[in-house]
């Protein structure tokens, strides 16, 4: 399938699995996973249903998969890279959204160039960008900041320095959350944050139960919004003192 250049697409994935992917995902995905020697995914069984997307059922399970995720070991990184540098042609994929985008997809891509592995990447969605763009904040200043603590001493402190940044910068400040945590986050910002600090939760994005609501901490207070174990992004803006 390769050209004998050492090659690995960054390939988009959809944010949910009920997607559609002809309708979401650009055609050139399609042609791009038609070319792939094999694939590195998070897990063996997103890595096949990802490709049973793209390909038959013969052709997904000839496919050669490697797993990088959160158990892999940074001393192990070289390794996925091996056959790429004998001139074959391999993708990355997170379980969602876009690959590199908290993910540890970052530091494969840091080593690749590094090797002169000829690294591409292929637009798609992004629930982080999406959730950004649909928020009504800063789009000119801003930060993502992954996931915070779980501990919820350490998460205030972060919070609050999100927003004292935020004021001093007049930037947005935006992190994920796990949804089984995501009620716990919403509470948590309604008791810290200060009433007229602008707060905006975005779950379910590009889902036909998406929602982005922005609104002052000071209405989230008597909001009657319902959070339930949902993928969310959370941003926050806060007036300059």
């Not at 690294?119 to 982080?128: C, F, N, Q």
Request: aromatic residues 6%; glycine residues 6%.
């Amino acid at each position: 399938m390769s050209e004998n250049i050492p090659r690995l697409y960054l390939l988009p994935n959809l944010l949910d699995e009920s997607q559609d992917a002809a309708e979401l995902l650009p055609p050139s995905v399609r042609k791009a996973v038609l070319q792939l020697d094999g694939l590195i995914a998070e897990s063996e069984k997103a890595g096949r249903r990802y490709l049973r997307r793209f390909l038959s059922h013969e052709e997904m399970a000839a496919m050669p998969l490697a797993l990088y995720n959160e158990h892999t070991q940074e001393l192990d990184l070289p390794l996925l890279l091996q056959k790429i540098l004998l001139g074959q042609t391999w993708g990355l994929i997170s379980d969602l959204g876009l690959p590199c985008l908290a993910d540890p997809g970052s530091k494969l891509v840091w080593l690749a160039r590094k090797a002169g592995i000829a690294v591409e990447a292929i637009l798609g969605p992004s629930a982080i960008i999406l959730a950004l763009m649909l928020s009504g904040l800063e789009g000119q200043r801003f930060a993502f900041h992954g996931y915070l603590p779980k501990e919820e001493g350490e998460a205030v402190k972060v919070i609050a320095g999100l927003e004292k940044r935020s004021s001093l910068e007049k930037s947005t400040q935006f992190w994920i959350e796990a949804p089984y945590r995501s009620l716990r986050m919403l509470e948590l910002l309604k008791r810290q944050l200060k009433p007229n600090t602008l707060l905006c939760v975005a779950k379910n994005i590009s889902l036909p139960l998406q929602e982005v609501i922005t609104q002052p901490v000071s209405k989230w207070q008597s909001s009657s919004f319902v959070m339930g174990k949902e993928p969310a992004v959370f941003l926050l803006f806060a007036p300059s003192v």
